[in-house]
């Protein structure tokens, strides 16, 4: 059995087919789903699909995207949702200089509070780093960030930024990129990430694995992502999926909530 560790099942792209598309993930053996809800509008939907299905958990958090649509009363709504049964992290937080939508300082700014808040709460917390690796490693390092430890969504950095992290009590996830041919840099830094600091995810409809490259991706094609790990660490499927599975356990909430 596999886990999705980040997915957006609410987005609008599956509005047509979203019962179908979950119905893919579980028979393709994807035991756990966890969806991430990043806005004001995001959220509520998020947390309705961890409702509706069992096997569907909730990531919650700002994107640094939308920093800048931040309200004062939005933090504390997020620190509400921590106690929701389902919801295993907050997420996705960090910094986005490639997309020109919110000024920096903003950025830091709600990037710290929600640091603060995964303390205060004794939460995980899911980085989302997009061309600026310097200032969050610097954010994570300055605001504890270590005590409660999370994830590298999505990590696209160097070998030495992916060692900063791991001393910094962070997994490394790893999705469709990691299967493209031209992919050199992911499969060098998967190649020395530990077996025990693995997760993968889809960041479904977005960055869709080979063969399905440029089309919408969706939760089942993880198993891709889960091959082409096993290939690169030269252990089966099986192994590589209990691994990831232990993986996710141990660092989102699901233990601390019995789940």
């Known amino acids: ?35 991430v809800g990043f806005d004001r ?24 995207v939308e920093s800048i649509h931040m309200l004062p009363g939005d933090l504390d709504w997020i620190a509400a949702l921590c106690d929701h049964p389902k919801v295993v992290g907050i997420g996705e937080i960090g910094l986005d200089y490639h997309w020109d939508t919110s000024p920096k300082d903003v950025q830091q700014r709600v990037f710290r509070e929600q ?25 994570l390092k300055e605001e504890g960030a270590k005590d409660v430890g999370g994830v590298m969504h999505c990590f696209s950095g160097s070998w030495e930024t992916a060692r900063q992290c791991l001393d910094m009590n962070f997994y490394i996830s790893f999705g469709g990129p990691l299967t493209f041919k031209n992919a050199r840099v992911p499969k060098e830094v998967l190649a020395q990430v530990p077996l025990d600091r693995i997760l993968i ?39 590589i999926s209990k691994i990831t599975t232990e993986n996710t356990l141990n660092c989102f909430s699901f233990k601390d909530k019995g789940l």
């Open 1 to 35: 059995m596999i886990i999705d560790t980040h997915t957006h099942l609410d987005s609008k792209q599956f509005d047509e087919d979203r019962a179908e598309v979950i119905e893919r993930a579980r028979a393709a053996g994807i035991s756990k789903l966890i969806n």
């Open 41 to 64: 509008q995001t959220i509520p939907t998020t947390i309705q699909l961890a409702e509706q299905y069992d096997f569907i958990y909730a990531v919650v958090g700002w994107h640094p």
């Open 115 to 139: 640091i603060q808040l995964a303390r205060q709460k004794k939460m995980p917390i899911s980085i989302h780093n997009r061309d600026a690796h310097e200032d969050v490693l610097r954010i």
């Open 201 to 239: 995810e889809t960041d479904a409809p977005y960055l869709a694995p080979h063969p399905h490259r440029g089309k919408r991706n969706e939760s089942a094609f993880v198993r891709l992502v889960a091959e082409t790990v096993a290939e690169i660490k030269g252990k089966s499927l099986e192994e």
